[in-house]
């Protein structure tokens, strides 16, 4: 897609993906930050807008996505190994490689659970998605979903505090 198509297609939605992420978010600069950043990720895959069928659609579920996204990190202060910044935690490059080579290990860890496990944990812990969203995606119920969600978690902490302790005895 070129900047012409983009400027016809995509930009006139700027307008209801501000809508969106208001509801979703409680902060009016949170919400336009999240456009901002959609719309920048939208440029950066331009060419595959090529291939979507409704690029509506498309938009709009990024933009949800990425106020889910938004909420999650302000409710967890959890951060996001991609936008690691050595001015923002004031921490050594070599602790913020010690912390991004955790969250490899424990997508590993993640990887190796069973398939209705891994896809639970990822719906709740990386998607943000509710029990009772994730229930009705995977037609279950919500305790089925919960029981899921702990034994994966529990699996996921003891793997790696097993592998932390193996790396450090060696």
Known sequence: M????????????????GGLAR??????IDAEDAVQEVMMKLWDKRQQLDD???????????????????????KTGAMSTDHLQLADTGNSVEHLCELKDEVEIIRHIIET?????????RMKDIEGYENEEIAEITG?????????LSRARKKVKTIYLMTIKKRNNI
């Open 2 to 17: 070129e900047l012409k198509e983009f400027k016809i297609e995509v930009l006139p939605l700027r307008g209801k993906m």
């Open 23 to 28: 509801k979703i978010l409680s902060d009016p």
């Open 52 to 74: 979507c069928r409704n690029v509506e659609a498309f938009v709009m579920t990024m933009t949800h996505h990425t106020c889910i996204d938004m909420e999650r990190v302000k």
């Open 113 to 121: 659970l069973p398939e209705l496990q891994r896809n639970t944990i």
């Open 140 to 148: 279950s119920n919500v305790e089925t979903v919960r029981s899921n």
